[in-house]
T-cell receptor
Framework: NAGVMQNPRHLVRRRGQEARLRCSPM?????VYWYRQLPEEGLKFMVY????????ESGMPKERFSAEFPKEGPSILRIQQVVRGDSAAYFC????????????????FGEGSWLTVV | GQQLNQSPQSMFIQEGEDVSMNCTSS?????WLWYKQDPGEGPVLLIA?????ELTSNGRLTAQFGITRKDSFLNISASIPSDVGIYFC?????????FGTGTRLKVLA
């Protein structure tokens, strides 16, 4: 039973290039979350998506960042024209569709994508 | 907005010692989750709590869901070097999961 799969694990981009991070949720999970972790800091919420819908993007920077979760395929976090401050670990997480607190209704993380902007 | 406050922020302990950390909030929650993040890895779920007053163990780890539903604690007994890492509490806020600032644990052999 595969967990949350993220790729690439490590990505190096020059300033001004685009970074594209992919996330495949756990089997049976239809909710995807993206979090960013700056060095020596905690997890900051970016965006919450369900299939073909952005539910909450209150943590996303207004410019250069976008996310999607198409009907088919993985969720994509896209960062355009990267700057050095974008260097961070980006974590994807998924949860099942039920919103009722119960055993199993928790959020599971991938291993992260480490973006380095040079 | 909703915020989870973790303490302590970091701690150094000797191998074999017990560790205690907690997480508090101004809001009431229906779940409390505890995660551990090893260096260079993603957070891994340790314990999930779903009921006020619930006390749950996972090996040397024990966590409790506070009666007021505004807090939780995590205990680690007889710590070992591989317990090093960052421990996060988490909760389901409006449309998203929110995380505490983390407790960084370092175990001295």
């Amino acid at each position: 039973n595969a967990g949350v799969m993220q790729n690439p694990r490590h990505l190096v981009r020059r300033r001004g290039q685009e970074a594209r991070l992919r996330c495949s949720p756990m089997k049976g999970h239809s909710h995807v979350y993206w979090y960013r972790q700056l060095p020596e800091e905690g997890l900051k919420f970016m965006v919450y998506l369900q299939k073909e819908n952005i539910i909450d993007e209150s943590g996303m920077p207004k410019e250069r960042f976008s996310a999607e979760f198409p009907k088919e395929g993985p969720s994509i976090l896209r960062i355009q024209q990267v700057v050095r401050g974008d260097s961070a670990a980006y974590f994807c997480a998924s949860s099942p569709p039920s919103r009722v607190a119960s055993s199993g209704n928790t959020i599971y993380f991938g291993e992260g994508s480490w973006l380095t902007v040079v | 907005g909703q915020q989870l406050n973790q303490s302590p922020q970091s701690m150094f302990i000797q191998e074999g010692e017990d560790v205690s950390m907690n997480c508090t909030s101004s809001s009431i929650f229906n779940t409390w989750l505890w995660y551990k993040q090893d260096p260079g890895e993603g957070p891994v779920l340790l314990i999930a709590l779903y009921k006020a007053g619930e006390l749950t163990s996972n090996g040397r780890l024990t966590a409790q869901f506070g009666i007021t539903r505004k807090d939780s604690f995590l205990n680690i007994s007889a710590s070992i070097p591989s317990d090093v890492g960052i421990y996060f509490c988490a909760n389901e806020g409006t449309y998203k999961y929110i995380f505490g600032t983390g407790t960084r644990l370092k175990v001295l052999a």
